[in-house]
């Protein structure tokens, strides 16, 4: 294994009825005053929404509110919360509801405690020194942006979809209540499953030095995401089934997958960034779409590690008979696997690989992968 730093100050509550406890949890650590940061009407339609307010009132817990999260957050709306949050003098952001309103809560909080612009943080331009307190109720379980310090924010006017990390971006607490999640669709508990599975993936098939521990960590979340997703599809209200995978979506972005694995990159996000940047597509879609092309173009670069997903997941003895299956998955559970799919042609990949070069140069990873070696992938997914 490779050296590692493993940190993560996130305290996770998790259980039947823990967002009642809410108002308690902030009045415990000294919070007074919260941006409540939510979708539009799907918590209120569930009656998590009075519970909330009713758990911060009882606990004379202050709150502004700043609703309309898109499920692909934008530039704009973050910046009004910004506003919000600075104008009402906030002392912590709440967000409730899944990764998109979370992740705009943690780009609030950022810009909350800097005059600098927010975008120049997503450009590299600037380093985040400070953020307020984020305290999380998660309502869709899949991108992990509840235990991790990620926050991804789509650029409307540029149509860039980027990312930030930092550690002062971990929610200081995260309310986990799989019950929450009942009313999620099939199609989006589908995207889910297919966006917790490749947090795993991504270092699992790039990585330089790939622990036997590891691998042993990735397989099995891969294998109970896979499993539970199917009984979910089936029994919507199966609450062990939710409860499993909500938690195997947190732990695969985490940190844990990545400890003492050396090398890594995460190139299916850095396309599927770019495909949801500019046509707004749900990212677990876009992921679909792009994993399985990619890992054809890959596969020869690490074939140990594909042979042994082959095995471990599917039961199979060949890579490429491996990547079929998996695909095939993704398509039994609702999922797209090429761009026709989802009505973008051939001719419109220029413009998509001109965006992930954009994002590849951010990431420094421009030299590995080119404008020619994305248009290759991207061409295996039509």
């Known amino acids: 294994m490779e050296n590692f730093e493993f940190y993560v100050p996130t305290k996770i509550v998790f259980g039947k009825k823990t967002e009642?406890?809410?108002?308690?949890i902030l009045k415990k650590d000294g919070i007074k005053k919260v941006l409540l940061v939510y979708g539009r009407e799907a918590i209120k339609k569930i009656g998590l929404y009075d519970r909330v307010v009713d758990s911060l009132k009882e606990a004379g817990i202050e709150f502004v509110e700043h609703s309309g999260v898109k499920p692909n957050p934008v530039?704009?709306?973050?910046?009004?919360?910004?506003?919000?949050?600075?104008?009402?003098?906030?002392?912590?952001?709440?967000?409730?509801?899944g990764g998109s309103v979370i992740d705009e809560g943690k780009v609030i909080a950022i810009g909350a405690?800097?005059?600098?612009?927010?975008?120049?943080?997503?450009?590299?331009?600037?380093?985040?020194?400070d953020a307020l307190p984020i305290y999380t109720i998660l309502t869709l379980a899949?991108?992990?942006?509840?235990?991790?310090?990620f926050a991804v924010i789509t650029n409307e006017e540029t149509k860039e979809k980027l990312n930030i990390s930092s550690v002062y971006i971990f929610p200081r607490?995260?309310?986990?209540?799989?019950?929450?999640?009942?009313?999620?669709?099939?199609?989006?508990?589908?995207?889910?499953?297919?966006?917790?599975?490749?947090?795993i993936i991504e270092f699992y098939f790039t990585c330089k030095v790939c622990p036997n521990l590891q691998n042993r960590i990735a397989e099995s979340l891969i294998k109970n995401i896979i499993e539970t997703t199917e009984i979910i599809l089936k029994e919507p209200n199966n609450y062990q089934a939710r409860a499993e995978f909500m938690w195997a979506?947190?732990?695969?972005?985490?940190?844990?997958?990545?400890?003492?694995?050396?090398?890594?990159?995460?190139?299916?996000?850095?396309?599927?960034?770019?495909?949801?940047?500019?046509?707004?597509?749900?990212?677990?879609?876009c992921l679909s779409i792009v994993i399985p092309a990619w890992m054809d173009w890959y596969k020869d670069k690490n074939r140990v590690q594909f042979e042994r997903f082959a095995k471990e997941i599917f039961g199979v003895s060949t890579v490429d008979k491996g990547i079929e299956m998996f695909k095939n998955w993704f398509s039994k559970i609702g999922a797209p696997v090429s761009l026709k799919?989802?009505?973008?042609?051939?001719?419109?990949?220029?413009?998509?690989?001109?965006?992930a070069y954009n994002i590849a140069k951010i990431w420094k990873i421009e030299n590995i992968y080119t404008k020619e070696i994305l248009e290759d992938i991207l061409k295996r997914a039509v």
Do not use: C
């Open 249 to 285: 979506a947190t732990l695969a972005l985490n940190g844990l997958t990545r400890t003492g694995v050396g090398g890594g990159l995460f190139p299916n996000h850095m396309i599927a960034h770019a495909l949801g940047g500019i046509y707004d597509l749900p990212h677990g879609a």
């Open 173 to 199: 607490v995260s309310i986990l209540n799989p019950e929450l999640t009942y009313t999620v669709s099939p199609q989006y508990q589908a995207y889910a499953a297919v966006d917790a599975i490749a947090h």
């Open 142 to 149: 899949a991108t992990g942006s509840e235990m991790n310090g």
């Open 20 to 24: 009642e406890k809410i108002g308690e």
């Open 341 to 355: 799919e989802v009505n973008i042609e051939e001719s419109e990949i220029p413009t998509i690989v001109e965006n």
């Open 75 to 97: 530039l704009s709306h973050t910046r009004e919360g910004i506003k919000k949050a600075k104008e009402h003098q906030v002392s912590a952001v709440l967000a409730v509801g």
């Open 113 to 129: 405690k800097t005059e600098k612009d927010i975008w120049k943080f997503f450009k590299r331009e600037e380093v985040i020194e």
